[in-house]
């Protein structure tokens, strides 16, 4: 197997995602292990799998608090079930609704990841997770592909719940802050239990003191708890709204009104009462559905995908998803508050065609999400990496052709919708109305130049089309005409009789002398001048065509500072690109992340590179260089 990088990689992996790789039926083999392949080979050599990929040593732990030599990782043994239980199970009493299943989403595919079961021990215990069943080990085998899929365990500290719903489920995650809910909250709810949505709630901590506090109701602060139901029942005359919880930990349950024991449960039928209680697992309690958004601080739903719902009866979300990639110099452009640079991030248009059909809504509009994630951000904290400050902005648009805006567009036009806030978070996603339209989606990091992968992904009620802006990859150039001596201006000849003399003539060697007053060339860029020269059949032997020699000397001196718009010398990457469209190339974003990766030194783009960039580009799309001496004459008409 050998390993593909750069661009190359990417065309790899697109074909294949086009090929079916990824699904859930057709998962990502995780470093290219197979499972069916290792296990055969375990099984001809009689020995345990050895995973080489995760190996039973320190640095499989962590980075920092769990690095090598810590405190915290002295004494750590790495032990099979085998050995720490006489009768290990991977589930007690076999799967319920309640347990969480195999099988991890990671960036818009569905990847397998293979595992030895050597799991940490200290002091004769489980390290990280472990199930209350002493036999039971399908919690701490799950958390270790899970650091796996992630560099190592201590990657997988701190984050969102959401983050654990989506790797798991591969669906989309929305969040809510309860002391600012939305007025249609419960329809919002009862739609996501009818999609079959994951649903989860916490109480905030303001303290280190306050993480796992028991409130006086008997709630736990900073735990995360699952929404499992919703029920309207009659009780003493009028509609009361209840809201089903679950504590994970099935210890501590709520004690308010609707709890198990509570009085209220007398005020119903003793039908719906029976019915209502024989459905709750362990941990599960009711409790109103206002006091529910007195008591919690935060909701958070994640919406599931087709792929990931086993029951076709339920409703859920259309999809669409992107991958893109913010790079520094191209495409990675920061947010509104940098208009010079906001217009060069990835862009993409929703067309949305339908309105919602909700019977409970008026409103002539349709509703979305959108969710922007940033890529294999927990990998990079062993590096000293942690996650971007990331967010969205949409963009009222009208128009057929799909090209990537420029920066005048967004300084005329403002949004009509953004994300909620931008946030260091893996993802940031908002739940939108707008009407039927094209509307433009421009994700992007809160500063410029922070370099990144992520996954846009819209999800829709009704049907939607979707596409990604970028410029197509063509070349400008009318039919080129042979440019006579008198179609040049005076100011031309002029200029190039004040530099070559009487004879009209400058060879090579006087031309490198002029253009070195100005710049001092590189030797890779005095090769490629001497080999342009030699490539021509318009060559003398000491001297060049005098046309020739006017085009690359107006070229240097004239189009680079044309475009150096700060007058600095060197050129930005933003402004290179500028300057390619405007010598009649159009090329895509990741050709736009080449050409920077290539020719930049940071930000900045040299005198020397510019020209290289240019004469390869030239020499990728035509042979001749007639239209850039047209192009340098509007260029000093104009200047």
Same mark, same amino acid.
């Given at each position: 197997?050998?390993?593909?990088?750069?661009?190359?990689?990417?065309?790899?992996?697109?074909?294949?995602?086009?090929?079916?790789?990824?699904?859930?039926?057709?998962?990502?083999?995780?470093?290219?292990?197979?499972?069916?392949?290792?296990?055969?080979?375990?099984?001809?050599?009689?020995?345990?799998?050895?995973?080489?990929?995760?190996?039973?040593?320190?640095?499989?732990?962590?980075?920092?608090?769990?690095?090598?030599?810590?405190?915290?990782?002295?004494?750590?043994?790495?032990?099979?079930?085998?050995?720490?239980?006489?009768?290990?199970?991977?589930?007690?009493?076999?799967?319920?609704?309640?347990?969480?299943?195999?099988?991890?989403?990671?960036?818009?595919?569905?990847?397998?990841?293979?595992?030895?079961?050597?799991?940490?021990?200290?002091?004769?215990?489980?390290?990280?997770?472990?199930?209350?069943?002493?036999?039971?080990?399908?919690?701490?085998?799950?958390?270790?592909?899970?650091?796996?899929?992630?560099?190592?365990?201590?990657?997988?500290?701190?984050?969102?719940?959401?983050?654990?719903?989506?790797?798991?489920?591969?669906?989309?995650?929305?969040?809510?802050?309860?002391?600012?809910?939305?007025?249609?909250?419960?329809?919002?709810?009862?739609?996501?239990?009818?999609?079959?949505?994951?649903?989860?709630?916490?109480?905030?901590?303001?303290?280190?003191?306050?993480?796992?506090?028991?409130?006086?109701?008997?709630?736990?602060?900073?735990?995360?708890?699952?929404?499992?139901?919703?029920?309207?029942?009659?009780?003493?005359?009028?509609?009361?709204?209840?809201?089903?919880?679950?504590?994970?930990?099935?210890?501590?349950?709520?004690?308010?009104?609707?709890?198990?024991?509570?009085?209220?449960?007398?005020?119903?039928?003793?039908?719906?009462?029976?019915?209502?209680?024989?459905?709750?697992?362990?941990?599960?309690?009711?409790?109103?559905?206002?006091?529910?958004?007195?008591?919690?601080?935060?909701?958070?739903?994640?919406?599931?995908?087709?792929?990931?719902?086993?029951?076709?009866?339920?409703?859920?979300?259309?999809?669409?998803?992107?991958?893109?990639?913010?790079?520094?110099?191209?495409?990675?452009?920061?947010?509104?508050?940098?208009?010079?640079?906001?217009?060069?991030?990835?862009?993409?248009?929703?067309?949305?065609?339908?309105?919602?059909?909700?019977?409970?809504?008026?409103?002539?509009?349709?509703?979305?999400?959108?969710?922007?994630?940033?890529?294999?951000?927990?990998?990079?904290?062993?590096?000293?990496?942690?996650?971007?400050?990331?967010?969205?902005?949409?963009?009222?648009?009208?128009?057929?052709?799909?090209?990537?805006?420029?920066? @005048? =567009?967004? +300084? /005329?036009?403002?949004?009509?919708?953004? %994300? !909620? #806030?931008?946030?260091?978070?893996? &993802?940031? *996603?908002?739940?939108?109305?707008?009407?039927?339209?094209?509307?433009?989606?421009?994700?992007?990091?809160?500063?410029?130049?922070?370099?990144? @992968? =992520?996954? +846009? /992904?819209?999800?829709?009620?009704?049907? %939607? !089309? #979707?596409?990604?802006?970028?410029? &197509?990859? *063509?070349?400008?150039?009318?039919?080129?005409?042979?440019?006579?001596?008198?179609?040049?201006?005076?100011?031309?000849?002029?200029?190039?009789?004040?530099?070559?003399?009487?004879?009209?003539?400058?060879?090579?060697? !006087?031309?490198?002398?002029?253009?070195?007053?100005?710049?001092?060339?590189?030797?890779?860029?005095?090769?490629?001048?001497?080999?342009?020269?030699?490539?021509?059949?318009?060559?003398?032997?000491?001297?060049?065509?005098?046309?020739?020699?006017?085009?690359?000397?107006?070229?240097?001196?004239?189009?680079?500072?044309?475009?150096?718009?700060?007058?600095?010398?060197?050129?930005?990457?933003?402004?290179?690109?500028?300057?390619?469209?405007?010598?009649?190339?159009?090329?895509?974003?990741?050709?736009?992340?080449?050409?920077?990766?290539?020719?930049?030194?940071?930000?900045?783009?040299?005198?020397?590179?510019?020209?290289?960039?240019?004469?390869?580009?030239?020499?990728?799309?035509?042979?001749?260089?007639?239209?850039?001496?047209?192009?340098?004459?509007?260029?000093?008409?104009?200047?």
């Amino acid at each position: 197997m050998y390993s593909i990088g750069g661009v190359s990689s990417r065309i790899y992996k697109e074909r294949l995602q086009a090929e079916g790789m990824g699904t859930n039926d057709n998962a990502v083999k995780f470093l290219t292990q197979d499972y069916e392949e290792l296990k055969r080979e375990c099984l001809e050599s009689g020995k345990l799998f050895e995973d080489p990929c995760f190996p039973a040593v320190p640095q499989s732990l962590g980075f920092k608090e769990l690095a090598p030599h810590s405190s915290k990782t002295q004494g750590v043994q790495w032990i099979r079930p085998t050995e720490l239980s006489d009768n290990p199970e991977f589930i007690v009493g076999g799967a319920t609704r309640t347990d969480i299943c195999q099988g991890f989403w990671q960036f818009g595919e569905w990847v397998d990841v293979v595992i030895d079961d050597r799991l940490p021990v200290k002091e004769k215990e489980l390290m990280f997770v472990h199930s209350a069943e002493g036999n039971e080990f399908w919690s701490a085998l799950l958390e270790k592909a899970y650091a796996k899929l992630n560099g190592s365990y201590e990657a997988l500290s701190g984050g969102s719940t959401t983050e654990g719903f989506e790797d798991f489920t591969g669906g989309v995650a929305e969040m809510y802050e309860l002391r600012q809910a939305p007025k249609d909250l419960h329809r919002i709810i009862a739609k996501a239990l009818e999609r079959g949505s994951l649903l989860g709630c916490s109480i905030d901590i303001t303290s280190a003191f306050d993480m796992e506090a028991v409130t006086f109701k008997k709630l736990v602060k900073g735990h995360a708890y699952s929404v499992t139901g919703l029920r309207e029942v009659n009780f003493r005359g009028s509609r009361e709204r209840l809201i089903r919880i679950r504590n994970p930990w099935g210890q501590v349950e709520w004690t308010g009104a609707w709890s198990d024991n509570s009085s209220e449960w007398n005020g119903i039928d003793p039908a719906e009462r029976e019915e209502m209680n024989n459905h709750m697992e362990d941990g599960e309690f009711w409790m109103p559905f206002q006091e529910f958004k007195r008591q919690f601080s935060r909701l958070e739903i994640c919406n599931l995908t087709p792929d990931a719902l086993s029951e076709d009866s339920l409703n859920f979300w259309n999809t669409i998803k992107f991958n893109g990639t913010w790079r520094r110099g191209s495409t990675a452009g920061g947010c509104r508050n940098n208009p010079n640079t906001f217009w060069i991030n990835p862009q993409y248009k929703i067309t949305l065609l339908e309105e919602d059909d909700d019977p409970e809504d008026d409103e002539v509009a349709c509703s979305f999400l959108v969710a922007l994630m940033q890529k294999d951000r927990r990998r990079y904290r062993k590096q000293g990496q942690d996650m971007h400050t990331i967010g969205f902005a949409l963009y009222e648009f009208h128009g057929s052709q799909s090209v990537h805006l420029k920066k @005048d =567009f967004f +300084l /005329r036009h403002s949004s009509c919708a953004r %994300s !909620e #806030t931008f946030i260091n978070l893996r &993802e940031v *996603s908002t739940r939108l109305k707008l009407p039927p339209g094209e509307y433009l989606v421009v994700p992007s990091t809160f500063e410029p130049g922070k370099e990144a @992968d =992520f996954v +846009l /992904r819209v999800f829709t009620e009704k049907q %939607s !089309e #979707t596409q990604e802006m970028d410029d &197509e990859i *063509s070349f400008n150039l009318e039919d080129e005409e042979e440019v006579a001596e008198e179609d040049m201006e005076d100011s031309f000849k002029k200029l190039f009789a004040q530099l070559s003399g009487e004879d009209m003539e400058i060879s090579v060697h !006087e031309l490198r002398t002029i253009l070195n007053r100005v710049v001092v060339f590189m030797s890779g860029l005095c090769l490629l001048w001497l080999s342009l020269l030699a490539l021509t059949d318009q060559t003398q032997k000491d001297g060049i065509w005098w046309q020739l020699k006017l085009f690359f000397f107006f070229f240097f001196f004239f189009f680079f500072f044309f475009f150096d718009l700060d007058k600095s010398g060197t050129m930005s990457s933003y402004e290179m690109r500028l300057a390619v469209e405007s010598a009649g190339f159009k090329l895509n974003n990741k050709l736009h992340q080449v050409i920077v990766a290539r020719y930049s030194d940071g930000d900045t783009i040299d005198f020397d590179n510019f020209v290289c960039c240019l004469v390869k580009l030239e020499a990728m799309f035509s042979t001749s260089f007639t239209h850039l001496i047209l192009l340098l004459q509007t260029l000093l008409i104009f200047h």
